[in-house]
Structures are given as C-alpha cells and as structure tokens.
C-alpha cells in the first residue's frame, strides 16, 4: 500500500514564522500535491510537483513557497505565517498517470497565533 | 466557485438503509473520482468513473455519470455505521490538476 506520512499531526506557530510542512512518500510518484481543507470550501490545491526540483502554482499559492530536492519528499513553506493561514493541510501523491488516485497523507492541523 | 459541488451538505441515515450523495460540476471532464475522508484522517479514493462511462460497481457502491446534465451520484447500499465520514467528487478536466467539493457528511445511526 502506499504510504504518504506528513510530519506533524497538529502544529501551533506564531504570526511571522516561517513554518515548513513536511510530506514523503514511499511509491516513487512522480506526482506530489500541497492542498489545505477548510470547512464549507473543500479541498483547494495550494501548489503541486511533477517531478524533482519541478513546481507549478495551484489555486492558492500567495503566502506559500514549496520545495522538491528528492523525489519522496514535498515540503510546503510559510514564509511568514499568518492567521489567515490556520487550517488542515493535506498533501498528496499520485503516479505517473492523470487517471491514477490521489493517496493522501493525515493532514496536518496548523494553528497559527 | 468549486467545479464539483456535492448535494446534500449533510445526510443522516438509519444503518442498513441507502445512502445517496449528488456531483454537480461545471466544465468538461476526463473523468471524475469520489473520495471518503473519516474524521481527522486524509481522503481515501473510492472509485473512479471516466467521461465515456455510464455506471461503475465496486462492492456497495454504484456510481453514475451523466456527462449531458454534468452530474454524478454515488450510491452506498444496505449502509453500515462505518460509511459514517465526509464524501467528496473530484473532477479533472486537465492532466495535472483534479478540482475537489466542499463534501457530504454522511451520518449513520444505530
């Protein structure tokens, strides 16, 4: 089975931090998505890779910046948090195929004070 | 606004009976996935239909596809207290990005 492990399962940061969120994968996707969940809005994609040291914006990238320097792992950063930014996020990881599922992480639940 | 747009918001359900979530989207697909998510974990695929087919099985469930109305449903039969999570559609129209709902939260009662 895959296995998509994020770093913290609940996280409390102060406004102005640079928070780093850390996802690895164990399949050897080529694919790795940043996305945060916030009641009544879904599921919104924040940035994702498709490949090594390979980024592209998703729907909501001000704020962030992201990082793929290996292939099994996917870091989503805050370069300086803000309130706005306490949600769940969720990171994600598919093959090479755009029919292939989505395997998700647990999320990580960030708070930011 | 969100391309796929699952109705109801919340639906609760006596256990054995069955539970029906509605997709509306907006554009054109490639195909369309739904997910479950349980309470504090991640989304977990169900099942996936693709844009030329009609209806898919896969155990309790059965999902539609109606490309001319651009909806789905997913129907869980003979539901069990474990079905109890949130239901979400997500549909591609590209090669890289799948757009998700807001979800349904489906309770089962005892």
């Known amino acids: 089975d895959v296995k998509v492990t994020q770093s913290s399962r609940y996280l409390v940061k102060r406004t102005g931090e640079k928070v780093f969120l850390e996802c690895v994968q164990d399949?050897?996707?080529?694919?790795m998505f940043w996305y945060r969940q916030d009641p009544g809005l879904g599921l919104r994609l924040i940035y994702f890779?498709?490949?090594?040291?390979?980024?592209e914006k998703g729907d909501i990238p001000e704020g962030y910046s992201v990082s793929r320097e290996k292939k099994e792992r996917f870091s989503l950063i805050l370069e300086s948090a803000s309130t706005n930014q306490t949600s769940m996020y969720l990171c994600a990881s598919r093959g090479q195929y755009s029919n292939q599922p989505q395997h998700f992480g647990d999320g990580t639940r960030l708070s930011i004070l | 606004s969100q391309q796929g747009e699952e109705d109801p918001q919340a639906l609760s359900i006596q256990e054995g009976e069955n539970a029906t979530m509605n997709c509306s989207y907006k554009t054109s697909i490639n195909n369309l996935q739904w997910y479950r998510q349980n309470s504090g974990r991640g989304l977990v695929h169900l099942i996936l239909i693709r844009s030329n087919e009609r209806e898919k099985h896969s155990g309790r469930l059965r999902v539609t596809l109606d490309t001319s109305k651009k909806s789905s449903s997913l129907l869980i039969t003979a539901s069990r207290a474990a079905d109890t999570a949130s239901y979400f559609c997500?549909?591609?129209?590209?090669?890289?990005?799948?757009?998700f709902g807001s979800g349904t939260r489906l309770s089962i009662r005892p």
């Open positions: 890779s498709y490949d090594v040291k390979m980024k």
């Open positions: 399949m050897d996707h080529e694919n």
């Open positions: 997500a549909t591609r129209s590209s090669a890289s990005k799948i757009i």
